[in-house]
């Protein structure tokens, strides 16, 4: 009695136990047993605790019945901790949804753009310098730009998925580098930024996806280039520290703000606006460039003073093991 007037105990519905009704007076009464009986436990400041009840009554030696063991086994942080697996699992599902979503969104939307481009190259072809060449100059930008949306939307899923694949050979860095220029050159060019390149003269062997890394490469570039200003300066400056190739990508542009540093990589997350001109996409690029960094065992990390300083991206990958010829 001592015991029920301090505690009230409740079922997991929440209703509560009468004191001539708890699963003690039952085994005093009674000499029945109970095996793990799921609980509420009340304490007198109001907190509640779940348990598992065991209750085991006590003879003597001519079977009446002089007490019980009653065993409390706490199981409140054990249950938190599965209802919230539970949570993080309907989480993941609900973002797997989403990505699947996406993906069929995206592939539905691919397939109108490449019969749009081809009508408009064969207009530019029958009808060279005509009156209509403007128009369609700015419809074949517009398809371009939503090729690139569409193409990170697709690739924005299988990384959530994790349906991205590598197809791995010994590749010079300097190579997979140059290409990512060369995705990107075009618009350095049209917004007469000064590009510098710093190639060591050796070779820098990676374990790599080409094409996975330039994408990572253009990614870079193509950011650096949309947040710097025209006439801004961007350095691409490639070398070897302590077993890894190291590259470095600084720019004069308008920089990040500290706390947009933490959140830059992740998915959807556009680290603030683009100088006039340019889109700011749908900030996927930076979030799939870290997981193929990563899949090759490497890191990506992004420095800048703040707003107005510029920014540094630093891609870090392990050199490849060398191999006698």
Request: net charge negative; hydrophobic share 40%.
């Amino acid at each position: 009695m001592l015991y029920c007037g301090a505690y009230k105990l409740h079922l997991p519905n929440g209703d509560l136990i009468p004191y001539d009704r708890a699963p003690m007076v039952e085994a005093l009464r009674s000499g029945a047993s109970f095996r793990n009986l799921e609980f509420e436990i009340e304490q007198p400041n109001g907190r509640r605790l779940l348990v598992l009840v065991s209750i085991e009554p006590i003879r003597d030696e001519t079977g009446t019945i002089v007490g019980a063991i009653n065993c409390f086994q706490d199981i409140t942080e054990h249950r938190l901790a599965q209802e919230q697996k539970l949570r993080i699992e309907e989480l993941d599902r609900g973002m797997r949804r989403q990505a699947e979503f996406i993906a069929t969104v995206a592939h539905e939307l691919r397939g109108p753009l490449a019969p749009i481009r081809n009508a408009l190259e064969v207009m530019r072809r029958i009808q060279p310098g005509s009156d209509v060449e403007p128009m369609r100059a700015l419809i074949d930008r517009q398809i371009a730009q939503m090729t690139r949306l569409v193409d990170d939307l697709i690739d924005g899923s299988r990384v959530t998925t994790g349906k991205v694949e590598l197809e791995i050979s010994r590749t010079d860095l300097r190579y997979i580098v140059e290409r990512g220029l060369e995705q990107n050159r075009h618009a350095i060019d049209a917004a007469n930024q000064d590009l510098v390149v710093h190639f060591p003269p050796s070779p820098v062997h990676v374990t790599a996806d080409v094409v996975r890394l330039t994408q990572v490469f253009g990614n870079l570039l193509g950011n650096a280039t949309k947040f710097t200003p025209a006439g801004g300066r961007i350095v691409v400056d490639v070398g070897t520290e302590n077993g890894f190739a190291i590259t470095k990508i600084p720019d004069n542009g308008i920089g990040i703000l500290s706390d947009e540093l933490s959140t830059i990589f992740n998915m959807f997350s556009q680290g603030g606006q683009c100088v006039a001109g340019h889109s700011p996409g749908l900030g996927i690029g930076l979030a799939l460039s870290k997981t193929l960094v990563e899949m090759h065992g490497g890191t990506i990390a992004a420095e800048s003073a703040g707003r107005g300083f510029g920014s540094v991206f630093t891609c870090r990958l392990p050199i490849a093991a060398f191999e006698p010829q």
